[in-house]
């Protein structure tokens, strides 16, 4: 069974980028990731899914701050020009044995 | 626009039952599977059941496998959640998400939530 490894906490200075890495562990390498963003108080947010063939399927409204990338195991989502209400928790997602999969979710501070 | 309304959230005892409800608008509910993905306090995203577009196929997380029951009405674009014997470990928000087609296991789509707290 996949495993998602997420760093609990990230930090960087409002105007930064960060990088979130979502490390995959104990099977096959899945055909793709999504990242979602969890804002306190909301719902969580779609933000973007990549595909192993690098196609991509950013949600609604998306700015182009927002990226991803993957190289073997350890996929990434970077934020540049870091805003404060860029604070979230930032989850990765797979589908494995036919039901998503999170990670444990990493938690995002603008300083 | 997408928007998703969970409803039915609130205060119930261990071994009791409750409903949760999701009202959809802003695309062709009947085309897309649902999910339900709930949040424990202080901890992370767990998946809890899928739907496809008919109502026809029905996937849950081994935690809550005959317990909870997925099902919808395509007519009223609602998703509802079934939730029997609950356990205190259940306590938690639970949010319906848009699958991006009929099951493919890809939310693309949430709503705020609705927090079930299950008291002993």
């Known amino acids: 069974q996949l495993v998602l490894t997420q760093l609990p906490s990230a930090s960087a200075s409002l105007g930064a980028s960060v990088n979130l890495t979502c490390t995959l562990s104990g099977g096959l390498t899945p055909s793709a990731v999504a990242w979602h963003q969890h804002q306190p108080e909301k719902g969580p947010r779609f933000l973007m899914k990549l595909d192993s063939d690098g196609s991509l399927i950013k949600g609604d409204g998306l700015p182009d701050r927002f990226s991803a990338s993957n190289s073997g195991t350890e996929h990434s989502l970077t934020v540049s020009s870091l805003q404060t209400n860029d604070e979230a928790v930032y989850y990765c997602q797979i589908c494995d044995s036919g039901f998503p999969v999170f990670g444990g979710g990493t938690r995002l501070t603008v300083l | 626009q997408v928007h998703l309304a969970e409803s039915g959230g609130g205060v119930v005892q261990t071994g009791r039952s409750q409903r949760l409800s999701c009202a959809a608008s802003?695309?062709?509910?009947?085309?897309?599977?649902m999910h339900w993905v709930r949040q424990a306090p202080g901890k992370g995203l767990e998946w809890v059941a899928v739907i496809s577009s008919d109502g026809s196929f029905k996937k849950y997380a081994a935690s809550v496998k005959g317990r909870f029951t997925i099902s919808r009405d395509n007519s009223k674009k609602m998703l509802f959640l079934q939730m029997n014997s609950l356990r205190v470990e259940d306590t938690a928000a639970y949010y319906c998400?848009?699958?991006?087609?009929?099951?493919?296991?890809?939310?693309?789509?949430w709503g705020q939530g609705t927090l079930v707290t299950v008291s002993s």
């Open positions: 998400a848009k699958d991006r087609g009929d099951n493919t296991n890809w939310p693309d789509y």
């Open positions: 802003g695309f062709t509910f009947s085309t897309y599977g």
